[in-house]
């Protein structure tokens, strides 16, 4: 089958393209930043265009391979932070590509299923148990607003021109070539032989963490699966929290430094203090999450050893 992914250089992108390539399937992205055809190639990617998710891109696409099975839809905003830095930018990184991806599969691709990359942010704060997909949405950041735009935009287009999407929302994903968040700043700070950590907030927020290798198997998963419904949302998540001081003992501990932690107490805005996952819903896919915790830290600090060293 062919399947499109925007957003196919990015930190989830990337891998996504190797779990379809890998099945099988012949890949084809657009999103930004440069990519030699040769690095492309060697990623699975059989086509990259390097720009925005628009008509122009997306019927070079057709042109060339004929209009898609699939589309992954993971060009967005990727961050609280510069989402409250830089709104406007945020709002046309993730509401306005995610528009015109929908205009163009309605004029031209309605039989096209659409996989949106979504993000527990649309939750936002006063969960403290797992969250159920159900649960009324109180973003407390642009970034978590502007997913829930973008998911209400979906089922817009699906109750008024027949498009299939399904919505996976994300929890914290991590893993290899993750270069950014806590996992980077703390790996960066021991590579450093930094001998105190100091983090903000309190350490108790508790998050789901899921390997991203995991996540991008979940993600073909339910494009493949069967689709009982036009328009569904899912919960990419585990189901299984883990606090973020427990986060950095662990990274420190597969690191083998004796590091200590300080956390400053205050919470930075639009952090809420828990996002946990209820995976009713995955489980009930059949999917199973195959990296534990303890083998992803692992990993990660053997990863930023390595890039590190070359």
């Not at 099975?69 to 961050?79: D, E, I, Q």
């Not at 949106?116 to 797992?130: E, F, I, N, Q, R």
């Not at 883990?242 to 200590?260: N, Q, R």
Request: glycine share 12%; charged share 20%; hydrophobic share 45%.
């Amino acid at each position: 089958m062919s399947m499109w992914v925007t957003g196919a250089n990015g930190f989830i992108g990337r891998h996504l393209v190797r779990e379809l390539a890998a099945g099988g399937h012949a890949v084809h992205g657009v999103g930004h930043g440069a990519l030699d055809p040769a690095d492309a190639r060697a990623l699975g990617l059989q086509t990259w265009i390097n720009g925005e998710v628009d008509a122009a891109n997306l019927n070079a696409l057709a042109a060339a391979h004929g209009l898609p099975s699939h589309v992954f839809h993971l060009a967005g905003g990727s961050s609280v932070g510069l989402s409250i830095e830089r709104p406007f930018e945020d709002f046309s990184r993730t509401v306005a590509s995610t528009a015109r991806l929908l205009e163009w599969l309605r004029s031209f691709a309605p039989e096209t299923r659409l996989i949106v990359v979504s993000s527990a942010a649309v939750y936002g704060a006063d969960h403290a148990g797992p969250i159920p997909e159900s649960a009324v949405l109180t973003p407390m950041s642009p970034y978590g607003h502007h997913k829930l735009m973008m998911e209400q935009l979906c089922q817009s287009y699906v109750q008024s021109f027949g498009i299939r999407c399904a919505v996976v929302r994300l929890f914290s994903v991590y893993g290899p070539n993750l270069r950014k968040q806590l996992l980077w700043d703390i790996c960066s700070r021991l590579r450093n032989e930094q001998r105190t950590l100091n983090l903000g907030g309190t350490g108790a927020e508790i998050r789901d963490w899921t390997d991203v290798r995991d996540v991008v198997r979940l993600l073909a998963h339910v494009a493949e699966g069967t689709w009982k419904d036009d328009f569904d949302v899912i919960n990419g998540g585990s189901g299984r929290g883990v606090s973020v001081a427990g986060i950095a003992e662990g990274l420190i501990g597969h690191w083998g430094s004796k590091t200590a932690v300080q956390f400053s107490g205050v919470g930075r805005p639009g952090d809420p203090t828990s996002l946990l996952a209820d995976n009713a819903r995955v489980l009930a896919m059949n999917f199973d999450w195959r990296i534990p915790l303890e083998r992803g830290l692992a990993d990660y600090v053997a990863w930023f050893k390595g890039q590190t060293r070359a």
